[in-house]
């Protein structure tokens, strides 16, 4: 499933609930899962950042990103990440693509 690019801030920031997205056949919808940060990298160029996180996901380490630098996480902190799975396939080709990104910080409750 193809997110639209307007709507991936309101997925992100929770606004958007992710069953609302899924729809089309062979789709899943976004998942919210958790995960430990192992490693992180942050670079700033400009006054331009960016930030990654090494997390270990079903037994596989992978990098995730903080499209919106909203994260400040250390290594052993636990981190937030959305789950999307897309099936780009056609008639000529199996395409199954996997993202995982990091989710802004949930608002404090009041």
């Known amino acids: 499933m193809?997110?639209?690019s307007l709507l991936l801030p309101a997925v992100l920031a929770g606004l958007l609930a992710p069953a609302a997205l899924a729809g089309t056949s062979?789709?899943?919808a976004p998942v919210r899962e958790t995960a430990i940060v192992e490693q992180v990298f942050k670079t700033t160029a400009?006054?331009?950042s960016c930030i990654y996180y090494v997390i270990t996901w079903r037994g596989?380490?992978?990098v995730v990103d903080d499209p919106l630098?909203?994260?400040d996480r250390k290594v052993g902190d636990t981190?937030?990440?959305l789950v999307m799975?897309?099936?780009m396939?056609?008639?000529k080709r199996s395409l199954k693509l996997l993202h995982l990104t990091v989710l802004p910080p949930r608002p404090a409750k009041r």
């Open 79 to 81: 981190l937030d990440v």
């Open 89 to 91: 396939s056609d008639e």
């Open 85 to 87: 799975k897309h099936d």
């Open 26 to 28: 062979g789709e899943e």
């Open 60 to 62: 596989q380490k992978t």
């Open 2 to 4: 193809r997110i639209p």
């Open 46 to 48: 400009d006054g331009f």
């Open 69 to 71: 630098c909203s994260t």
